[in-house]
């Protein structure tokens, strides 16, 4: 018999997208799920149109609480599923109707904890496909070196995976936090038996206009930088050697933060200095990583040259993948 899986969907003003996720999830291949639908305190139409599907199909369930943001919502779903399976889905994205099925015949062949996918990012009305992985089965460690090893989005995020239950046994996302994934995705990996891919693009995640702009996201990912000293103690306490990735890892978020700031013209001193010093600390560890490319490598010249190099390089940089994108 197949199991139930617990398709988590937190909704927060998404009243423009919200359809077409919903939509996605009930046009799957794999029909044994419940959806939960937690409005987040929406103050648009999105608590009305859960309610109106709820309506339509009794395996969906919405819960209005209190605005307490994405890990609060997660959280709230958790403690309100049934399933033995959980996949989380961000409700202005979307899913292929292949997704459940997909990664639950992965997951079910391979005995796996979690199996993830890649995904396409939705921009501009293009679809834009992440690299695709192997299929292939991991053990928890090398899935965990993995993740810190490679500047990949698709390790890190909570949206493209199938989890088994029991995972959130004693795991839940860091409320308060705006990068949550950053916190958790490395516990629910370690504490996993094995990890499975699929060599697919299943999830569809949509980059709202102007959202860097007008967000101030290079503030919001610098809370990123904070969750390695969380990640050091957790493996020190494990006693797994993970030095070398978690300086890589963090050379990885840095850069992000600091093409963010470049993208959105918004440049924040102190963010500026604290990454630069850091890297400065780093550079002969970084200089001698084996995960270094030369793409890397460049980027850490640039750094160290100073913010004039480093702004003038990157936005070369991001005139050659708008012409990437004009591809697809």
């Excluded at 989890?163 to 996993?192: A, M, N, V, W």
């Excluded at 007008?214 to 050697?241: C, M, P, T």
């Excluded at 940089?317 to 012409?323: E, F, I, T």
Aim: glycine letters at 4%; proline letters at 2%.
């Amino acid at each position: 018999m197949r199991h139930l899986i617990s398709v988590i969907v937190p909704v927060y003003n998404v009243e423009q997208y919200l359809k077409e996720c919903i939509h996605s999830i009930l046009k799957q291949t794999y029909q044994n799920f419940e959806m939960i639908l937690v409005d987040d305190g929406s103050t648009d139409r999105s608590g009305e149109i859960c309610d109106e599907y709820s309506l339509k199909d009794e395996r969906i369930k919405v819960i209005h609480k209190v605005n307490g943001g994405l890990s609060s919502a997660r959280n709230t779903g958790i403690e309100e599923a049934k399933g033995s399976f959980f996949a989380f889905i961000d409700s202005d994205d979307y899913i292929d109707k292949v997704f459940l099925e997909a990664l639950y015949h992965q997951l079910m062949e391979k005995d796996a904890d979690i199996c993830e996918c890649s995904f396409f990012r939705l921009k501009h009305n293009k679809l834009i496909p992440e690299r695709l992985f192997h299929s292939e089965t991991l053990d928890n460690e090398t899935a965990v070196r993995r993740l810190f090893a490679s500047p990949y989005e698709s390790f890190v995020v909570t949206w493209n995976k199938l989890y088994k239950k029991s995972l959130f046994e004693k795991i839940r996302f860091p409320e308060g936090k705006l990068q949550e994934d950053e916190f958790t995705t490395y516990k629910l990996l370690y504490q996993s038996r094995k990890i499975a891919y699929v060599n697919q693009n299943l999830y569809i995640y949509r980059i709202r206009e102007n959202s860097i702009m007008k967000s101030g996201r290079s503030v919001e990912k610098a809370e990123a930088l904070d969750s390695i000293g969380e990640i050091e103690a957790y493996f020190q306490h494990h006693k797994v050697n993970m030095r070398n990735e978690i300086i890589f890892h963090e050379f990885s978020l840095q850069i992000v933060l600091l093409n963010l700031m470049v993208e959105s013209n918004h440049y924040n001193p102190q963010l500026w200095k604290r990454i630069k010093n850091n890297i400065r600390r780093n550079k002969k560890i970084l200089f001698h990583s084996p995960f270094l490319k030369r793409g890397h490598k460049i980027y850490l010249i640039a750094i160290l040259l100073g913010k004039t190099a480093y702004v003038a390089f990157q936005k070369c940089v991001a005139v050659y993948k708008g012409l990437q994108d004009q591809i697809y």
